[in-house]
Nanobody
Framework: EVQLVETGGGLVQPGGSLRLSCAAS????????MAWVRQGPGKALEWITT???????IYSDSVKGRFTASRDNAKNMVYLQMTSLKPEDTAVYYC???????RGQGTQVTVSS
């Protein structure tokens, strides 16, 4: 059974930084691309980044240059380093196993002064 557990969310001021983590289990993590998606209040689910098995990344225009995804295949972990946060980044953030859309419960990120 695929399990994904996101942690690291919280309240941060505009311009601040946060690092999200996602612990994966129940599948051969090193073989799969992983993604981060988010859902802001009253908004549709938004894809923000995909990291492939080898660590290559692509980003949405909304976060490019501010967010960095990384992974540790030895620890079955994927990370999202977020900098220069804006109020519009407020959302529940989910990590997702690419291919079957499995997601965790999400972690809330609130950017507010």
């Amino acid at each position: 059974e695929v399990q994904l557990v996101e942690t690291g969310g919280g309240l941060v001021q505009p311009g601040g930084s946060l690092r999200l983590s996602c612990a994966a289990s129940g599948f051969t993590f090193s073989m799969y691309s992983m993604a981060w998606v988010r859902q802001g209040p009253g908004k549709a689910l938004e894809w923000i980044t995909t990291i492939n098995a080898g660590g290559g990344t692509i980003y949405s225009d909304s976060v490019k240059g501010r967010f960095t995804a990384s992974r540790d295949n030895a620890k079955n972990m994927v990370y999202l380093q977020m900098t220069s946060l804006k109020p519009e980044d407020t959302a529940v953030y989910y990590c997702e196993k690419v291919g079957d859309l499995s997601r965790g419960q999400g972690t809330q990120v609130t950017v507010s002064s």
